[in-house]
């Protein structure tokens, strides 16, 4: 379809639990760089991949319509626990496409072979079945493996080097069962995880190839935007703005490693305006 | 002080960003058999350790005035890092006694000696400044050292052993310089760690004297019933009443272990609810 060209130049809406979803943002402006980018990072609610479904959907779904209200041309659910928990919620209250991060990374992942597909990723990603049952619809009968990783996150977002011992030891214990499959592609199911996948891609050796599912989500973004006709023409780079539900100062300095660039403009909004503003 | 009779039956509130603070309630319901306890847990927004101490300020009033709404005698600020953002303001805010985690830690530590006293704790306690600040007031110009250990809070929280090889490493570089000062005494500055201390006491060796900051808070609520002969007369055990911003059942399944015991009444709050609460 033709879309309106007054559309094109509309941002594209991105939202996190927290500063993991910077990385597709990254991704997006690598792959995109005319377009205008909105980013919402909870960062006040921070993380949701240890608590309930439930939650993670009202989050989610009061996310997403403060995006909206920027009125962008597409949504990105750049949290992979978010999209476990609430991609038909999404789907169905907003008016744009909407991409989420488990659909992209498993189309890719399968196509790596006719091998085992792994994923790591959170504890409630994990829970809500939500790969095992893409992951069967993209390819049935196709055997999967996955494995929840809780502390990834924290220890990502330590800081600490890929080298790290702790690293080292941590990835070892969530990664034997894996190892011992050999899978053919692994989905690193967390925006958190493509901070080590050095270390991951080291561990799993050459025979495995690393999915980001979030630089996946990116790919499908150019993908439809080409196919709707809707890409920003704009020659000069395009702007991201971030919100967060925490200090903006902390954001923008915590921020720089995910995004991989320096965080201009970066404000608050209050979770209870995102709550206010849903009901 | 003497207390309106009346008054001693009122419940004890507590609350935490999240189940941590169940081991002060376990504490509680062991020195003081007869209190009633309304418990409030933040699940939803767990952890507050890692956010900015006005974010942690916010979310504890909102907590202590869903509490205040229950009529409790006392309330105790079962989380380090609320305590070490918020004490002044909640005591401002509330008609009650204030118990908080850090002062009577402190109070506790400096009486095994005169060594070297450490506090490990979370990130934002330690940025926070108050366990320094609080020793300095209680014991001018004695030695203090302090760790900030990001990782234990989420590896309590996965359920993992103390002697799992995980926990040695992790605590074994927490705890690197703090094995080298060999304090008198070390302030488990955080409602998680006393799930710990076995391998912390193991791996400090036996001239540390282990302060839980849970258990010494108790004590300190106890001192203050004693004191305003306010303790509840009633013979029977007292009720333990929970509430949780996030699912009820994974809180009465996941609190057993820091409540050491089975919670039965636990109900839902949302944090909207909270936030309307407070505004």
Chains 1, 2 share one sequence.
Do not use: W
Request: proline fraction near 6%; hydrophobic fraction near 40%; aromatic fraction near 4%.
């Amino acid at each position: 379809m033709k879309v309106d060209p007054s559309q094109r130049s509309r941002p594209i809406g991105v939202f996190d639990s927290g500063l993991g979803g910077l990385t597709v943002a990254a991704e997006l402006a690598e792959l995109l760089p005319g377009e205008d980018i909105v980013y919402l990072g909870d960062s006040a609610r921070v993380p949701y991949g240890i608590k309930s479904l439930e939650t993670v959907r009202r989050f989610a779904r009061e996310d997403a319509k403060f995006l909206l209200g920027m009125d962008p041309k597409l949504l990105v659910v750049a949290c992979n626990t978010a999209s476990a928990a609430a991609i038909d919620t999404l789907r169905d209250l907003s008016g744009v496409s909407v991409v989420d991060v488990i659909a992209p990374g498993s189309a890719e992942a399968i196509t790596c072979g006719e091998g085992p597909v792994g994923a790591v990723a959170t504890e409630a990603t994990i829970r809500s079945g939500a790969y095992q049952a893409t992951l069967e619809s993209l390819a049935p009968g196709r055997e999967v493996h996955l494995a929840a990783c809780p502390l990834l996150v924290p220890i990502v977002e330590e800081g600490r080097a890929e080298d790290d011992p702790i690293v080292t030891h941590v990835l070892c214990d969530y990664l034997r069962d894996m190892l011992r499959v050999r899978p053919t592609s692994l989905i690193l199911g967390c925006t958190h995880y493509p901070l080590l996948s050095r270390a991951i891609g080291k561990l799993m050796g050459p025979d495995t190839t690393l999915i980001s599912s979030g630089a996946a989500a990116a790919r499908d973004v150019a993908r439809v935007l080409e196919a709707c006709d809707a890409k920003n023409p704009q020659d000069a780079p395009g702007q991201l703005d971030c919100y967060t539900t925490d200090n903006p100062e902390r954001f923008a300095k915590l921020g720089e490693r995910f995004g991989r660039r320096k965080l201009t403009s970066v404000h608050y909004v209050g979770t209870d305006e995102l709550e206010l503003n849903f009901s």
